[in-house]
T-cell receptor, first 113, second 116 residues
Framework: KQEVTQIPAALSVPEGENLVLNCSFTDSAIYNLQWFRQDPGKGLTSLLLIQSSQREQTSGRLNASLDKSSGRSTLYIAASQPGDSATYLCARGGSSNTGKLIFGQGTTLQVKP | DTGVSQDPRHKITKRGQNVTFRCDPISEHNRLYWYRQTLGQGPEFLTYFQNEAQLEKSRLLSDRFSAERPKGSFSTLEIQRTEQGDSAMYLC??????????????FGSGTQLSVL
């Protein structure tokens, strides 16, 4: 069974800290790994997509890495801001190219001013 | 508006009633997906379409659920004889056809269903 796990479930940090969110997955035969942001009561916003042949992707203060051999991905947020407060979800694309994603349960981040 | 649009945003219904949700994807996006999300969990895949063809359905999609995309544009998701366990956020997403495995999904804001 393909599973995605995110630890911790919740995280609170002071503004300005650098932080890392973790995502682990079973079955190394993934197609891609995506990170999303979700604000309360809202839909998901795609942040970064890493193809299976890539090791990392960067966008602004965000950097996502992928290690298929260990079944892990990390999302690094530099110089966190209160506006970064949200739930962050990772999702793996299956071995077939359908866009059918398997999500983790998310990490809820609170950045305190 | 170039985003994915879902209607209604909220739906409250009584157990046993039928409900229908609508999703308008980003124009030119061939693929359309339905996901369901309960509180504190990540979204779970329900089904997806490529143009008007429904290509895959999750076993989560019982026979009370039906989805259509008749003209390859908007889609509807109908739940018949709703049960309290159907209470969730129903999310729609769309994407273009994949090229070289680069396929981001664009999500709508969802329809929050409450079954009393």
């Amino acid at each position: 069974k393909q599973e995605v796990t995110q630890i911790p479930a919740a995280l609170s940090v002071p503004e300005g800290e650098n932080l890392v969110l973790n995502c682990s997955f079973t079955d190394s035969a993934i197609y891609n790994l995506q990170w999303f942001r979700q604000d309360p009561g809202k839909g998901l916003t795609s942040l970064l997509l890493i193809q299976s042949s890539q090791r990392e992707q960067t966008s602004g203060r965000l950097n996502a890495s992928l290690d298929k051999s260990s079944g892990r991905s990390t999302l690094y947020i530099a110089a966190s801001q209160p506006g970064d407060s949200a739930t962050y979800l990772c999702a793996r694309g299956g071995s077939s190219n359908t866009g059918k994603l398997i999500f983790g349960q998310g990490t809820t981040l609170q950045v305190k001013p | 508006d170039t985003g994915v649009s879902q209607d209604p945003r909220h739906k409250i219904t009584k157990r046993g009633q039928n409900v229908t949700f609508r999703c308008d994807p980003i124009s030119e996006h061939n693929r359309l997906y339905w996901y369901r999300q309960t509180l504190g969990q990540g979204p779970e895949f329900l089904t997806y379409f490529q143009n008007e063809a429904q290509l895959e359905k999750s076993r989560l999609l019982s026979d009370r659920f039906s989805a259509e995309r008749p003209k390859g544009s908007f889609s509807t998701l109908e739940i018949q004889r709703t049960e309290q366990g159907d209470s969730a956020m129903y999310l729609c997403a769309s994407s273009p056809l994949p090229r070289r495995g680069n396929e981001k999904l664009f999500f709508g804001s969802g329809t929050q269903l409450s079954v009393l």
